[in-house]
């Protein structure tokens, strides 16, 4: 089964750059979609397609996806960041596939 | 503007069986895929059960195949869940999700879940 790998916790200051990793064997050549979650929610879609926004979500938000690690990148973080983030790739053989999720503290 | 919204969820003894329903409005329902993905409280996430728009289609994970049947009736817009022979590890908080149709595929929008916890 394939398998996708993630920091258990980042830290940003306020106003600095957050970097989310994901990673997994030749991730890059699969698609890499990117949920936020803030406590008591349901997940909440921020990326798509490697580095696609859904509409709503702020610019701030950005992904890439090369060889084996996909990054959800968030810039100037702001306290509302604060959150588990989860990668999920969707594979022929074995569906939907979730990392294990990071949780991101804004300092 | 798309509503997903579940019910059943409890309190049951191993063993035991529950039903989830999702009730869906603001979209095509019958024409969108849907999955059931559930959530140990404060750990990761695991797509359970997937299925088609028109209900031919269905995918299980591993752990609750033969357990858990997915369905729907499209003439409601609701999604359904049946699980039978409960165990302590399917306690989780279960999400309705919409699916995207073709791959590569993603969750969009989310439902707010309904709890199972599966005790003695």
Redesign the interface.
Same mark, same amino acid.
């Given at each position: 089964s394939y398998e996708l790998t993630q920091p258990l916790s980042v830290s940003v200051a306020l106003g600095q750059t957050a970097r989310i990793t994901c990673g997994g064997d030749n991730i890059g050549n699969?698609?890499v979609?990117w949920?936020q979650q803030k406590p008591g929610?349901?997940? $909440? $879609?921020v990326i798509?397609?490697d580095n696609n926004r859904?509409s709503g979500i702020p610019e701030r938000f950005s992904g890439s996806n090369s060889g084996n690690t996909a990054t959800l990148t968030i810039s100037r973080a702001q306290p509302g960041d604060d959150a588990d983030y989860?990668c999920?790739?969707?594979d022929?053989n074995t569906?939907?596939v979730? *990392? *294990? *999720?990071t949780n991101l503290t804004v300092l | 503007e798309v509503q997903l919204l579940e019910s059943g969820g409890g309190s049951v003894q191993p063993g035991g069986s529950l039903r989830l329903s999702c009730a869906a409005s603001g979209f095509s329902f019958s024409t969108n895929a849907m999955s059931w993905v559930r959530q140990v409280p404060g750990k990761g996430l695991e797509c359970v059960s997937s299925i088609s728009g028109g209900g031919l289609d269905t995918y299980y994970a591993d752990s609750v195949k033969g357990r858990f049947t997915i369905s729907r009736d499209n003439s409601k817009n609701t999604l359904y869940l049946h699980m039978n022979n409960l165990k302590a590890e399917d306690t989780a908080l279960y999400f309705c999700a919409k699916v995207r149709n073709t791959a590569p595929k993603w969750f969009d929008p989310w439902g707010q879940g309904t709890l199972v916890t599966v005790s003695s």
């Amino acid at each position: 089964s394939y398998e996708l790998t993630q920091p258990l916790s980042v830290s940003v200051a306020l106003g600095q750059t957050a970097r989310i990793t994901c990673g997994g064997d030749n991730i890059g050549n699969k698609n890499v979609h990117w949920y936020q979650q803030k406590p008591g929610q349901a997940p $909440l $879609l921020v990326i798509y397609r490697d580095n696609n926004r859904p509409s709503g979500i702020p610019e701030r938000f950005s992904g890439s996806n090369s060889g084996n690690t996909a990054t959800l990148t968030i810039s100037r973080a702001q306290p509302g960041d604060d959150a588990d983030y989860f990668c999920q790739v969707w594979d022929s053989n074995t569906d939907m596939v979730f *990392g *294990g *999720g990071t949780n991101l503290t804004v300092l | 503007e798309v509503q997903l919204l579940e019910s059943g969820g409890g309190s049951v003894q191993p063993g035991g069986s529950l039903r989830l329903s999702c009730a869906a409005s603001g979209f095509s329902f019958s024409t969108n895929a849907m999955s059931w993905v559930r959530q140990v409280p404060g750990k990761g996430l695991e797509c359970v059960s997937s299925i088609s728009g028109g209900g031919l289609d269905t995918y299980y994970a591993d752990s609750v195949k033969g357990r858990f049947t997915i369905s729907r009736d499209n003439s409601k817009n609701t999604l359904y869940l049946h699980m039978n022979n409960l165990k302590a590890e399917d306690t989780a908080l279960y999400f309705c999700a919409k699916v995207r149709n073709t791959a590569p595929k993603w969750f969009d929008p989310w439902g707010q879940g309904t709890l199972v916890t599966v005790s003695s």
